[in-house]
């Protein structure tokens, strides 16, 4: 699923603005947090409106109407479209930072990483024990 890049958005936006997305609050800055969110998620992202909207505990057409209203105020509202077009800018820079991880390939990866380490403990444990002949036989 995409929750982690939704959350890392979230706090991004966050930072940005001062004010936290995901709380439901009908102020402006709360209401145009959101928007940025929401437009982000399904221009940079191409999410469904049904899925931003669970993000954030709204239904679909509420993303709509919302999308359709922040068309218009990016425009006209510098503020907005400044904080925005940072938003976006971040997201950018940070967004390969956010990949979904499949529990399966974890699992195995960490199962591999667990293998290798144990054959370098016995190949650390035979260099140990190699040191220790080579020190005898010098030492007699």
Request: hydrophobic letters at 40%; aromatic letters at 6%.
């Amino acid at each position: 699923m995409n929750i982690a890049k939704t959350n890392a958005l979230k706090g991004i936006v966050k930072d940005i603005l001062g004010v936290d997305p995901s709380l439901r609050c009908r102020k402006t800055e709360f209401i145009q947090a959101r928007a940025i969110c929401y437009a982000i998620l399904r221009q940079e992202l191409g999410m469904t409106y049904q899925f931003i909207g669970t993000q954030f505990g709204m239904h679909h057409v509420t993303v709509m109407s919302a999308l359709r209203n922040f068309k218009n105020e990016v425009e006209v509202d510098k503020n907005l479209n400044r904080n925005y077009s940072k938003a976006i800018q971040v997201w950018k820079m940070d967004c390969q930072e956010y990949i979904e991880l499949n529990p399966v390939l974890l699992k195995n990866t960490v199962n591999n990483l667990v293998k290798q380490n144990k054959l370098l403990n016995l190949q650390v444990q035979e260099l140990s024990n190699n040191i220790k002949a080579i020190q005898e036989k010098i030492n007699v």
